[in-house]
């Protein structure tokens, strides 16, 4: 098992890598990302599973029948963040092949369709969208909204799709295919510390319900060098204090809130902004406490604001509601992980979206992650230890042959 992970590990280690930052650059439809879909093809094909690459741009590797019922699925993504990690989506699928081979040296007698199956587009980093290949699967996404997508450079998406050799006219909700999954399980890197030293692998409850707010602070541009204090409407102030405000705020209520992204109007060094865009993404346990810390965000705002002489306006540019992954299903992988003491096992929440959190809406669907030790992810510095990874492959070829393997 561990010769098979490692040998996979190196292979997909230098794909798309940055020779400057030592982060991935592995974008959908870009040539990092045509470079692992080969990778992932010849997985396939060399342990003669059927290969199958699907109407959306997902590739699947199928043991048994593709047409047959009550399919057991794993797997997850090969893209990237830019400068991102290593372990993000690759440790899954990697992971998938690796578990499978420990099922075959093993000798187990596989009663269900098995696939390992490669999301395209999980990250959203070149169009702007998460999951898009497991939502245009699931119909959440449609053809015609993907087909408007574009990215930074004004390439649309279908035209990328072309150019790499794929039909972006046969994209669209495949509801057949999901109604043959029986189960689909994916295993991922943690993004976070729950796990303590002693936990190598833990199973996921739910994923936090989050979203996107914009913010507008209206001021007035004028001169940095004439313009006297108590006359300026500076939105620089309002945006300064509400980043302060959301920071308290959702960290007094148990909750996430985060300014990443700030643009500015004029945007010159001597000049007091007429307007300072900034970008709240926020997350919680629960949609109430969301609202509520969103809400106690925009009323900081406003407070400050009025003092400033500054108009606030706020805008909610996306939300994904909680998903709870299948109760049953996560049970049953903390009684085969627990090995019958699934007490034993942490069960942890996320506050970041994957392709299982789309799926889990139409089909049963469980996550397994695997410790991160200092928790940093969407970075060259995400890390996972080899013993761990090894652990996770264990965990995952328990599961499937849990799963795939009953009569
Ligand atoms: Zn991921």
């Known amino acids: 098992m561990s010769d098979s992970f490692q040998r996979m590990w190196a292979e997909l280690l230098p794909v798309g890598r940055s020779a400057s930052s030592g982060g991935y650059r592995r974008f959908a439809w870009n040539s990092a990302d045509t470079e692992c879909r080969a990778w992932f093809e010849e997985q396939a094909r060399n342990r003669g599973l059927h290969y199958e690459l699907d109407r959306n741009g997902n590739q699947w590797a199928w043991l048994g029948d593709p047409r047959g019922e009550g399919a057991v699925v794993t797997g997850s993504h090969l893209d990237s963040v830019p400068d991102g990690g290593a372990f993000d989506g690759p440790l899954g699928v990697v992971s998938s092949f690796a578990a499978l081979d420990e099922l075959r040296a093993r000798g187990a007698e596989f009663t269900k369709p098995l696939a390992i199956v490669n999301f395209g587009d999980e990250e959203g980093a070149r ?3 998460a999951c898009i290949g497991s939502r245009l699967t699931a119909g959440v996404l449609s ?8 990215d930074a450079d004004g ?3 279908p035209d990328a799709m072309e150019k790499a050799g794929h039909d972006p006219d046969a994209i ?6 999901l109604a043959r999954i029986g189960a689909f399980v994916e295993l991922h890197v943690e993004q976070g510390r729950y796990l303590d030293e002693h936990q190598s692998v833990g199973v996921a ?27 300026r409407r500076d939105p620089m102030l309002t945006y300064a204090n509400t980043v302060l405000a959301a920071r308290k705020k959702a960290r007094l209520a148990g909750a996430l809130a985060t300014f990443g992204k700030v643009a500015v109007e004029p945007n010159g060094t001597n000049a007091i902004a007429s307007l300072v865009r900034g970008w709240l993404d926020s997350r919680a346990a629960d949609e109430a406490t969301l609202d509520r810390v969103v809400e106690e965000i925009r009323q900081a705002a ?18 994904t509601p909680v998903v709870d992954f299948d ?3 996560r049970d049953r992988l903390a009684w085969v992980i627990g090995r019958g003491r699934p007490d034993a096992v942490p069960v942890l929440p996320t506050g970041a ?10 089909i049963p669907t469980a996550m397994l992650f695997v410790r991160n030790p200092t928790g940093v992810s969407h970075s060259p510095a995400e890390h996972a230890e080899e013993a761990d990874c090894l652990a996770g492959v264990a965990a995952l070829a328990d599961v499937l042959e849990d799963l795939a393997c009953q009569g």
């Not at 053809?143 to 574009?150: K, N």
């Not at 669209?172 to 295919?177: I, L, V």
């Open 127 to 129: 169009f702007g969208v």
């Open 353 to 362: 979206g994957h392709d299982a959190g789309i799926l889990a809406s139409a």
């Open 302 to 319: 406003l407070e400050r604001g009025e003092r400033d002489g500054v108009r606030v306006e706020l805008t909610r540019e996306s939300f």
């Open 172 to 177: 669209g909700a495949d509801r057949e295919r």
């Open 205 to 231: 409850s739910a994923i936090w319900p989050h979203g996107r707010w914009r913010f507008d602070f209206h001021g007035e541009a004028n001169h940095a060098g004439t313009t006297r204090i108590e006359d």
């Open 327 to 329: 109760g049953p299903l």
């Open 143 to 150: 053809r015609e909204q993907a087909h408007g997508l574009r």
């Open 155 to 157: 390439v649309r998406l």
